[in-house]
């Protein structure tokens, strides 16, 4: 089983040494983006050391919501915060308060949880849910995460002792060891991650990415009909005239104004016109299309 190094590191490590954690084999850094509303004070700091360091990076954003408007006051925060960037690990939902067993539902906990990963779809990024045991058995509806990449937090304190729970976990939290003088939560991912958010990225572009051109508005070649009324004037320019609907051969050629005669016997795409406007008397037939257009 593949077993990748990691950490994950916030404000608390403050000025984290990178280059001691590059030198423990840390092979991927997952970054806590914010907390609440606020962005992580150290979040633009550890992103910039991962990034000049080609360190594969997730981030997570650590929610204290018991309502839908802190919900989603604390989701518009994270959004902002995350938006745009390219992690190749995902962006990890994290709720672990009492205060959110004690208000919230479980329906509403695992609503969250998936809001988030929906919302996180929407603007381009992989998404994952950071939970413990505890919270998988008791205060999410562990069946309706099916799908979603998990990041279990179970703490044997050694990395060679496994976790005896198994939700389908990507990466597991096994505890706390010093790097570069500092204590960090340490991880490890049981996945190629960098490829699968690759394909993902390739699979997913985000609503909220600008939408492609839309094609080139082709012309239309319906053909244009030409209708008439009785009485219309039309003009004729050496247009063929008939001797009946029928007649193959024209009887004459006509120039000049022409009225139509009776529009309702258009027969074989040709019309009767006459000289005088209401004249009973008919001149004879030509091709509507044939026709110059009206003049009045």
């Known amino acids: 089983m593949l077993k990748v190094k990691g950490i994950d590191v916030s404000r608390a490590q403050e000025q984290f040494d990178f280059d001691a954690a590059v030198k ?44 839908d408007d802190a ?9 902002k915060s995350v938006k745009g960037l390219k992690p190749s690990y995902p962006v990890f939902f994290d709720m672990e308060e009492q205060k959110q067993i004690d208000n919230l539902t ?16 929407a603007i381009g990024l992989p998404s994952g849910i950071y939970a413990n045991p505890s919270w998988m058995l008791n205060y999410y509806d562990s069946d309706r995460l099916d799908g979603i990449d998990i990041w279990l937090a179970n703490w044997t304190h ?40 690759d394909y993902w990225y390739k699979t997913h572009s985000g609503t909220d990415t600008p939408a492609k051109p839309s094609e080139p508005v082709k012309p239309d070649t319906t053909p244009i009909v030409k209708t008439y009324k009785a009485g219309d004037v ?16 024209p009887a004459n050629h006509l120039t000049g104004t022409y009225y139509i005669h009776t529009a309702d016997d258009t027969v074989n795409g040709r019309i009767r016109i006459t000289t005088p406007k209401g004249c009973s008397a008919v001149t004879g037939w030509v091709k509507v299309d044939d026709i110059g257009g009206k003049t009045a």
């Open 234 to 249: 039309v003009q004729l320019s050496n247009t063929a005239l008939y001797g009946s609907s029928t007649t193959s051969q």
């Open 158 to 197: 050694d990395p060679e002792i496994p976790s005896q729970f198994d939700f389908g976990q990507l990466i597991w939290q096994w505890g706390v060891e010093n790097i570069g003088g500092k204590d960090v939560d340490s991880d490890i991912c049981f996945i190629a991650y960098p490829a699968k958010t």
């Open 24 to 67: 423990a084999g840390v092979k991927f850094v997952i970054i806590r983006a914010g907390i609440r509303t606020d962005e992580d004070t150290y979040f633009r700091r550890n992103l910039s050391e991962c990034q000049k360091r080609n360190m594969p990076y997730g981030l997570y954003w650590y929610f204290e919501a018991t309502s």
């Open 106 to 121: 479980t329906a509403q906990r695992t609503d969250m949880a998936l809001k988030f990963c929906a919302e996180m779809t």
């Open 71 to 79: 919900f989603k006051a604390e989701l518009a925060a994270c959004k």
